[in-house]
């Protein structure tokens, strides 16, 4: 009994590992998000403007765009852009953590 148990336990698909919490809003985002979106939000890198990546600073995009948004596109991507998703790299609370800290590009 106890082989066929561990038979089977040998089997089972082993999830994948949960994604590390470690860094601040900023460290994820200069880590993740800086190649396309710069340091400053802008977009203003050669691939943000390849991608046509959204400024983050725009009073037209923090209009716009409500939190939810900004954490599904973090989460699953932006279909037909560039923009992959984090699930994968991120967790919910790191995602989370990011919303504001794109909010405070547009209080400059």
Same mark, same amino acid.
């Given at each position: 009994? $106890? @082989?066929?148990?561990l ?5 089972? #698909?082993?999830?994948?590992?949960a994604?590390?919490?470690? *860094? ?6 200069? &880590? ?8 400053? *939000?802008? !977009? =203003?890198?050669? &691939? %943000?403007?390849?991608? &046509?990546? #959204?400024?983050?600073? !725009?009073?037209?995009?923090q209009? !716009?765009?409500?939190?939810?948004? $900004?954490?599904? @596109?973090i989460?699953? %991507? ?6 992959? %998703?984090?699930?994968e790299?991120?967790?919910?609370? =790191? $995602?989370? @953590? ?7 590009? %547009? &209080?400059?």
């Amino acid at each position: 009994m $106890i @082989a066929l148990v561990l038979a089977l336990l040998a089997q089972a #698909p082993v999830p994948p590992p949960a994604p590390v919490q470690t *860094g601040s809003a900023k460290e994820i985002f200069e &880590k993740h998000c800086t190649l396309c979106h710069g340091a400053d *939000g802008r !977009s =203003q890198t050669k &691939k %943000g403007r390849q991608y &046509k990546a #959204p400024d983050f600073t !725009s009073a037209k995009w923090q209009r !716009s765009t409500d939190d939810e948004e $900004i954490a599904d @596109a973090i989460t699953n %991507g932006v279909p037909k852009t560039k923009m992959k %998703g984090f699930r994968e790299k991120l967790s919910q609370e =790191q $995602i989370r @953590a990011l919303i504001p800290y794109l909010r405070a590009f %547009g &209080k400059k």
